[in-house]
């Protein structure tokens, strides 16, 4: 039956060619093209800049919250250190008066 069917089309004698573009439509078409894919390449080229803008941006952004929360963190630690340091000072002192 697939075979029935395959014969059938390829034996039909009303398909009609497609019509040949002449050349000036060839070229014009070609041309427009062109055009439309450099305005693309345009404004992919504006797009791709714009996220390198934005990563440069967000890179900065998180650097200087890392950078205050390391300040933090080390600000942290020093007050305890000082604690301490604090609580040995006074500790030393009370086991001499004894």
Known sequence: MKQDVLVSSLSKKD???SKRKSAADD???LRWR???LESQMQKLSELVRD???DVDRLVRI???DRNAIRQQLLRKHHAQVRVRKQLR???SKADLNL
């Open 15 to 17: 398909v009609v060619p």
């Open 27 to 29: 070229e014009e078409g």
């Open 34 to 36: 062109l055009e439309h």
């Open 51 to 53: 996220h390198a803008e």
């Open 62 to 64: 998180v650097a200087e």
């Open 89 to 91: 000072a006074s500790s």
